[in-house]
């Protein structure tokens, strides 16, 4: 059918001056028939078609479009047809419809009777299947609009991580969530999990020290794990060894993306001590006095005094005069040392 262009009629064209005309016209009834609503597209077709007009002078038809009763914002001059199709409907949207005969003379009659459709909206199904050792959410089958958009949710159990996930029967990867926008068709989505790889890592520290934590412990593939190496009172560490390499004599060590299975071992060695013996003559005090030990590196500092009415003559440090010191410090300790001071009256 060859549609004529939208038309809207001046004023005075609505009053008829032919009553019988007038009056044939007013039993005009429309009937409204459902041509589709299209599958894959988010709009309607229907058909519009009513009783044809007896009289001779008739020249044809205009329908009238509104989305509120009473209210119409388009027309459409059909001509002398009893039946228009209307194509371009929005899902969810409510058209009221009347229509309006004209004759030869310019003359139209009053509205018809209105009629008004519902446009239903088209709904799609999602179905989500997780496989075991995890969920996909929401599960199931849901209804979705035509145009709307739904998120799955892919979780895996403890201890399993996601193998892989699949749209439609194609892989996507193995994504913690998938989304589908603008649903115009079925869908579905599936979920695979596996279990994650273990992997364990064994510490065994020798004796005269700790590695923390001891013994062996389970990861899961590209987890990290920190150790602590420390030794007992006078003991230093020797060594630090990785799956049998030496990695140095470090307090810590840390394993990262952990993928295989490790060993960690330590082992300690007494720390050497040395003796300083510090002594004075009559007349002051050495502090500190005695002998006392140190380990290895660490330094000591003696102060000198002397006392009341007397004078340092002098400091030896292993037996080599250092002069009228007041203090003195052994640093980096390597060896046994003596410190002696003398006084004298002033």
């Not at 229907?46 to 009289?55: A, C, G, P, R, S």
């Not at 030794?231 to 990785?242: E, F, L, N, T």
Request: glycine share 10%.
């Amino acid at each position: 059918m060859k549609r004529k262009k939208i038309y809207k009629p001046s004023g005075k064209q609505n009053v008829f001056s032919r009553i019988p005309f007038l009056g044939l016209f007013a039993v005009l009834f429309l009937c409204l028939f459902l041509a589709g609503p299209v599958p894959g597209h988010a709009a309607a077709n229907i058909t519009l078609t009513w009783d044809k007009n007896t009289e001779t002078d008739l020249a044809g038809y205009v329908v009238y479009t509104g989305t509120a009763s009473g209210s119409y914002t388009e027309t459409l001059d059909v001509g002398n047809m009893n039946s228009v199709d209307i194509s371009g409907l929005q899902e969810g949207a409510t058209y009221y419809y009347a229509a309006k005969a004209y004759n030869t003379s310019g003359l139209y009659s009053e509205y018809s009777n209105e009629v008004s459709y519902n446009v239903p909206v088209t709904t799609y199904t999602l179905t989500a299947s997780g496989g075991p050792n995890g969920t996909i959410s929401p599960s199931g089958a849901i209804s979705i609009s035509s145009g709307a958009s739904q998120t799955f949710t892919v979780t895996p159990a403890s201890g399993y991580t996601i193998s892989g996930v699949s749209v439609d029967g194609v892989s996507v990867g193995a994504p913690a969530s998938y989304t589908f926008s603008n649903v115009t068709a079925n869908h579905t989505i599936s979920a695979t999990f596996e279990a994650v790889a273990q992997y364990t890592i064994t510490a065994s520290p020798g004796s005269g020290g700790t590695i923390s934590p001891s013994g062996t412990i389970t990861l899961s593939s590209g987890a990290s794990q920190a150790y602590t190496i420390i030794p007992y009172d006078g003991y230093a560490i020797s060594s630090v060894s990785v799956d049998g390499v030496n990695v140095g004599t470090p307090g810590s060590y840390s394993f990262s993306n952990v993928t295989a299975n490790h060993t960690i071992s330590a082992t300690f060695e007494p720390v050497a001590t040395y003796t300083i013996t510090a002594s004075t003559g009559s007349g002051g005090t050495i502090s500190p006095s005695g002998t006392v030990s140190l380990s290895s590196g660490a330094s000591k500092s003696y102060s000198i005094t002397p006392k009341t009415g007397y004078k340092i003559t002098k400091v030896t440090v292993d037996g080599v005069d250092k002069g009228a010191l007041t203090s003195y410090t052994f640093s980096n300790v390597t060896a046994n040392h003596s410190i002696k001071a003398l006084f004298r009256k002033k």
